[in-house]
């Protein structure tokens, strides 16, 4: 599913340059539920953009669901991000302005799908995170779990093979982290691959896989029983 | 993601933000109403000035005697004789003897017109004979026959629009016989040159106890000849009358010209104010929209993250511009028509509707719109999404 060999990511800081990736070997499988985790600086966040695509590595090779992703442009970027993966963001970033529909729309909207088929699976996705009665709420009128829901259903909604989510349960109450982490464990029951970047421990106990990383290496990778 | 979408998102931008969007549109309004009202304005004083230089005949020469300083005065006869003698370049001369307001009487029927005292060369050097009976002859005036041509608005109002020829009228107390109708140019409407009457010269100067004609109309035998029969004529009124000042000399064609340079200047001028406001509307677009990009970074950045291709961002920020200046020339247009119906309506200016100059402000401020929009749009698409979601 993810190929990581030997990857690196420098970046210049003025005179400095910071190798924020320093030599990743990284393989992850379909249905894996990965917790990536490090304290900040480590490299962790870095790690996160190449798998999510939204960046590509100084040297090294990458392949995401059999696609040699290293070396893509822009758009060949975008395209993957639509296509291959659900983004869940610690602070949500939902569009303020747009309803719970129209937020978990618009990535079927870039990638080209009928209104109407657009509409009705934007609708599964958010009852399937039991936001049914919610949809036609904009985030303003919603609390942080319900928020974090809607972000979950965008990131579903093009029924990609992998998600992604960044410290997802950083802003939310522990009752809501909960609840999000449940819906994660689902949807790895179903199937999908979860990848979750975050610094707690506790939250990384209750993946299946734990990869520790530090000063742009791994170093520690082990199944949690 | 198909063009529409860009346009519900555009529609959907533009609400959120309505007084914004509304004071960036105001300069693309006040452009746009400028240009149509401006245009229309000088497009319809010089149709309004055209149309009566026009009518008045392309090839006739107006004389008017002034007779400031000087005793001297040009007599008919001598004027006809210059003209047999350049008869290359003038065909007719017609003596024009004007009483503004005769009062006209048929039975009890009463009615105060304009008589024309003149001869039969007036029908050549107005193009206007008459539509029914006959013109004014030369015998006529050699004779001083009291018959009269009138108008059709004449014919109107005391004949009650029954057949006059042959009648008797009697024109301030002298008895006159209708011979003629003159053909119709005005609808038959009230003080407009079908609410004349044209008499033999020689019985006017009689019935106005003045011999003296101040007026003449002279026709060139061609658009051509129009030139060369002023010099002659300046050349032979001046020897007449000693110095220039005497005699003026007018023809439509060449006040056409001049006009004509003179509405070119003055709509360029008009219209590159107007543009100008248009460039100034733009570039309050363009700032706008920076403002916008800089406000929803974080919101490309989503965008982005989940697919947006640059594309997609370019063509929404774009048709958002496009939008703007769409929604605001078109209520320009509207506003700048109303001004123009208004204008119309008080009856300053007739009311000209140039749908060309409206379809080229509606295109200039679209133009505006894409010119000054691709510069944010631009910039949003480049945005890179790992730092526009770190925004705040």
């Known amino acids: 599913m993810i190929q990581i060999e030997n990857m690196y990511k420098k970046y210049i800081m003025g005179d400095n340059v910071v190798n924020a990736l320093n030599g990743v070997d990284l393989h992850i499988r379909e249905h894996e539920f990965v917790a990536i985790v490090g304290p900040s600086g480590s490299g962790k966040s870095t790690l996160m953009n190449m798998i999510g695509c939204l960046d590509v590595p100084t040297a090294g090779r990458f392949f995401i669901d059999g696609y040699d992703a290293s070396k893509l442009s822009d758009d060949q970027q975008a395209e993957i991000r639509n296509k291959k993966i659900g983004f869940v963001f610690q602070g949500f970033n939902l569009i303020q302005k747009l309803t719970a529909l129209e937020n978990v729309e618009m990535p079927l909207i870039y990638s080209g799908m009928r209104a109407a088929e657009r509409q009705k699976r934007a609708v599964n996705a958010l009852e399937s995170v039991g936001l049914g009665d919610r949809v036609h709420h904009t985030p303003t009128e919603l609390s942080g779990g319900q928020q974090q829901r809607v972000a979950i259903a965008r990131a579903l909604v093009t029924d990609p093979p992998i998600i992604l989510g960044d410290e997802p349960t950083g802003n939310l109450d522990s009752k809501s982290g909960k609840e999000i982490m449940q819906i994660f464990k689902n949807l790895n029951a179903k199937g999908n691959t979860i990848i979750l970047i975050t610094h707690d421990d506790h939250i990384a106990e209750q993946a299946k896989r734990i990869i520790r990383i530090m000063d742009g290496k791994i170093i520690e990778d082990r199944e949690v029983s | ?392």
Not at chain 2, 54 to 81: A, F
Not at chain 2, 100 to 113: H, L
Not at chain 2, 131 to 144: A, F, H, K, V
Not at chain 2, 273 to 296: C, H, K, P, Q
């Open chain 2, 1 to 392: 993601m198909g063009l529409l979408q860009a346009y519900k998102m555009a529609i959907k931008s533009i609400r959120s933000n309505k007084v914004r969007s509304f004071l960036t549109m105001l300069g693309v309004i006040i452009g746009v109403m400028s240009v149509i009202t401006a245009v229309a304005f000088a497009e319809g004083t010089t149709k309004q000035i055209t149309d009566q230089l026009s009518s008045l005949g392309t090839n006739l020469i107006n004389v008017y005697i002034t007779g400031r300083g000087s005793n001297r005065q040009v007599t008919y006869e001598q004027l006809k004789e210059f003209g047999d003698k350049n008869s290359e370049v003038i065909s007719a001369i017609a003596p024009e003897m004007s009483i503004n307001s005769a009062t006209t009487k048929y039975g009890t029927n009463v009615r105060d017109t304009r008589i024309i005292g003149t001869t039969s060369d007036y029908e050549k050097t107005k193009v206007r004979g008459a539509q029914s009976g006959r013109y004014l002859m030369e015998i006529d005036n050699d004779n001083r026959q009291r018959v009269a041509v009138i108008g059709t608005a004449v014919v109107n109002d005391i004949f009650d629009g029954n057949n006059p020829i042959g009648e008797s009228i009697k024109i301030d107390g002298n008895v006159f016989k209708v011979v003629g109708v003159l053909a119709e140019i005005a609808d038959g409407s009230d003080s407009s040159d079908d609410d004349q009457i044209v008499i033999p010269v020689s019985v006017a100067q009689r019935m106005s106890q003045n011999s003296q004609i101040n007026n003449y109309a002279i026709l060139a035998t061609d658009s051509e000849s129009v030139d060369a029969a002023m010099i002659v004529l300046e050349e032979f009124l001046t020897k007449i009358y000693g110095d220039s000042n005497s005699f003026r000399l007018m023809n439509a064609a060449q006040m056409l010209d001049t006009l004509g340079s003179v509405t070119g200047t003055l709509m360029l001028l008009l219209g590159g104010i107007a543009g100008i406001s248009l460039v100034v509307g733009g570039i309050g677009i363009m700032n706008i929209m920076l403002v916008s990009v800089t406000e929803r970074t974080r919101e490309i950045g989503i965008r982005k993250a989940i697919g947006a291709k640059k594309r997609n961002i370019l063509t929404q920020f774009l048709i958002e511009a496009l939008m703007v200046t769409g929604i605001g020339g078109t209520i320009g247009l509207m506003l700048g028509c109303g001004v123009i119906f208004s204008i119309g309506r008080m009856g300053i200016v007739p009311s000209v509707y140039s749908f060309k100059w409206m379809t080229l402000s509606f295109g200039i401020s679209l133009l505006v719109g894409v010119i000054f929009g691709i510069f944010p749009a631009n910039k949003a698409a480049n945005l890179n999404p790992i730092q526009a979601l770190r925004h705040e």
